[in-house]
């Protein structure tokens, strides 16, 4: 093999090997934190990478139809005073003109975890409407922010087994269907 072949041979390796890389990378979900600053309410948002979703199965509607929950972890920024708030988003993916009245108010939850029912009721504040981040691919859905704390958000991370109870205790149930947990722990971390 003369010279010139060995290093068009290292240079094509060499790309090849990059490419690779860049393709890994790529292909890796990106889990960085989101900030988002409200201009109406000068309230600024770091929502989690990778909201945790929580889906109920339909099988009385029809076949593959289910309910979900899209729960994400904030900090609300506003002038300096900072709050923690789940940001939740209920949707179905049943067609809303052939099942029963959507309620369009946000209901109380209930955040199974483990060993303890961590009651969730919604925040008020028609003033503060959610961030335009991991919104529902569906036109129809109800939005609300759940006032939480820290601590709660860190054991969170390490419960084993979590679940949500939309309507209070005796509500629906929904189980955990897209667990990224890893992005909330990331996220309690950059918090701290």
Known sequence: ????????RARVCTVAAIAMMLGGCAS???RTPVQYLDRDTAVTFTVVGAPLTFA??????????????TVAAAAMDRNGHTNYALLVYL?????PRNGPEVTRQAPDLVLLADDRRIALHPIDDAEQPLPP???PPVPHFVAAIYA?????????????YLSLLAGGAEGARFELWHDDRQALADWVRSMQ
């Open 148 to 160: 939480t704390d820290l601590p709660t958000l860190r054991f969170l991370t390490t419960a084993r």
């Open 91 to 95: 949707w179905s993916t049943v067609d």
């Open 1 to 8: 093999m003369s010279r010139g072949a060995g290093r068009l």
């Open 56 to 69: 109920r199965v339909r099988p009385e509607v029809a076949a593959r139809v289910r309910d979900y929950a």
């Open 133 to 135: 981040v991991d919104r």
């Open 28 to 30: 890796a979900p990106d």
